[in-house]
């Protein structure tokens, strides 16, 4: 039989736990899920516990532990690499157009220094602050990075594929999480097939080392012949009925149990009635997107579910767009789109056909308030399709999720319609639910109508008035 070997990282950025048997991964989890601290990076603890129990193995029975990165090794090649290339380097130029867009830096104190007086002259202003109104300079600064980030990323698999002679390219990395550049890699058709790593970021290190030292270090054979290895990338926990049973009764919450056909069908009508649901279902996703097991839905077809949605769900600004999870046999009905994007790391352009006349020019010529844009149907399905008609879809598989596949196919037999919004289970600034628990606090902090925990049903109507303990605003730092 082969070894478990568990894989770490840590200490870097997004530290995590993975643990796999040969070629098979078990579990995966990011320690923030635990701690609810975004991003954590330190030791994760509790992520190796939940790892050990769910392999059922004790540390001394784990021969290997592999870790991700040499922290030291890391700092010197990122400070070698900036005093290389800075200020040319493509890195150093991202991180001085973040600053100045109001984004966040690892190495804030560095920002006086990258976006000075003479920058903020040649780029019409200083960095915006949070929260404050974005002005069209912004906007074109931001395609113009993304602009430089897709032609590096084209370039680089144009010259890999040149080199290699491969047919297939496997895509990981934080920048591998820029869903439009992914897209145009996709479409520009370099390689026949295009894999993306659903933990692009530091936290699938985690898994890379155990496999690394299960394959190269260890020798183990590798195998293959299922349809996606990563299983979906549904490795975190999941709760019995049991365990949400007495969560349910501690907080003392109204439920009603449901059997899954049942409750299938009445969570799609009240998606079509216009609800917004809560979904906890299953084992917990790896990695930083949302894909079924713990997610917020609701009907793409609605004009003002966007902005209502970031306003009164997700507590963010209005313009930021939603992804559609889409049935896999019907993901050409609504985009110009062909293969698989299981882990909604593409975008693709809606169908001509189902798109409405839009113009952007009234917001950068007249001023007009970015709300009332946003409100203006691009598409037959507009709470999903950003100003430029395009998507960032998932594709369900049945052998993915089950659960969410038929869910998504209940509310297609209603409405005509085979797509939900699909977002992540949480408030701006706070990691992804990992408990039931969790969910519930995040269900009754906002206006999310109705909330399934597994087969459990909470309408928020009938729910005792909620006493938070703390006010998640000063406890969730804002991105």
Known sequence: MNPHVLGLSAFYHDSAAAI?????????AQEERFTRKRHDASFPRNAINYCLAEAFVDPPDIPVVAFYDNTALTIDRTVRNFITVAPAGEGAFVKAMSELLGGKLALRPY?????????????GGPPRQPETRIEIRHMDLAASI????????LRLARHARKITGEKNLTMAGGVALNCVANGKVHR??????IWIQPAAGDAGGSLGAALYATHVGLGVERTSGVRDSQKGSNLGPRYSSDEILSTLDRMKAVYERVDTPAQTERVARAIADGMVVGL???????GPRALGARSIVADPRRPDMQATMNLKIKYRESFRPFAPAVLHERVAELFDFEGDSPYMLMTAPVRKELRRDFSWDSFRTQGADMLEVINKPRSTIPAVTHVDHSARSQTVHPDDNGDFHRLLTAFHRLTGCPAVINTSF?????????????AYRCFMRTEIDLLVLEDFLLWKKDQPKFEDSDD???KFELD
Not at 111 to 123: C, G, S
């Open 111 to 123: 920002a006086n220094v990258m976006t000075n007086e003479r920058f903020h002259d040649l780029f």
């Open 472 to 474: 998640w605003r000063n």
């Open 188 to 193: 520009e058709k370099i390689f026949e097939g």
């Open 20 to 28: 796999v048997r040969g070629s098979e991964i078990i579990a995966a």
């Open 146 to 153: 993304q602009a430089v980030t897709e032609n590096v990323m």
């Open 280 to 286: 906890l279902k299953g084992r917990m996703e790896f």
């Open 426 to 438: 949480n408030v701006r600034g706070e990691p992804i639910v990992n408990t039931p628990e969790e």
